[in-house]
């Protein structure tokens, strides 16, 4: 059963780049990894999807080494805005879909 | 516009009594999705379906049941047998359930009064 390992809490300073990474040891072949973004009350907001190595979009860049044991959610630039929770998703096989600890972001001025 | 919609917003019911909130989505999506969020924790997942008059429970089915009767729709019903019921609902949907990402609507607030 794939489980995942994030900080419970970061902080930044707008303008400065953030990397969030997450443990996910036990992921299977077949499985993807996946970044959303939550606001208070709000439903998580996809962020990022990757397999292996580097993804970018106009958003985020996600990091995976060769084993595929963790990955990084990297933010540049970061803005107040961005103070959310960042929640890392992994496939397991056995159907069941869990979502990390989530890491809260603050972003101060 | 496509997308996953849940109502209602803000829900409040007493003690004992029986109460479904609902889920409907026009993305054409296969699998449903319902979780739960207690203030200031992550999500955990109540029921999914992958097709339709198909469901699997999650991590916390207990006290909650599901239907799927239509592609489009995933009620939730929170039953009285439901020791805590007071927390955030959100539902989602994804093309299959091993396809990520999902889509999620903008959640129910229910209060046990």
């Known amino acids: 059963l794939a489980k995942t390992t994030q900080p419970i809490s970061m902080d930044s300073y707008e303008g400065q780049e953030v990397n969030i990474t997450c443990s996910h040891n036990?992921?299977?072949?077949?499985?993807?990894i996946t970044w959303y973004q939550q606001f208070p009350s709000q439903g998580p907001r996809f962020i990022i999807q990757?397999?292996?190595t580097k993804v970018t979009n106009e958003v985020a860049s996600l990091f995976i080494p060769a084993d595929r044991k963790s990955s990084t959610l990297s933010l540049p630039r970061v803005s107040l805005s961005d103070t959310a929770v960042y929640y890392c998703l992994v496939g397991d096989n056995t159907d069941k879909l869990i979502f990390g600890t989530g890491t809260r972001l603050q972003v101060f001025p | 516009d496509g997308g996953i919609t849940q109502s209602p917003k803000y829900l409040f019911r007493k003690e004992g009594q029986n109460v479904t909130l609902s889920c409907e989505q026009n993305?054409?999506?296969?699998?449903m999705y319902w979780y739960r969020q207690d203030p200031g924790q992550g999500l955990r997942l109540i029921y999914y379906s992958q097709i339709v008059n198909d469901f699997q429970k999650g991590d916390i089915a207990e006290g909650y049941s599901v239907s799927r009767e239509k592609k489009e729709s995933f009620p939730l019903t929170v039953t009285s047998a439901q020791k805590n019921p007071t927390a955030f609902y959100l539902c989602?949907?994804?093309?299959?359930?091993?396809?990520?990402?999902?889509?999620f609507g903008s959640g129910t607030r229910l209060t046990v009064v």
């Open positions: 036990n992921i299977a072949t077949n499985d993807y």
């Open positions: 990757g397999y292996k």
């Open positions: 989602a949907s994804s093309f299959d359930h091993l396809t990520y990402g999902y889509t």
């Open positions: 993305l054409n999506h296969d699998a």
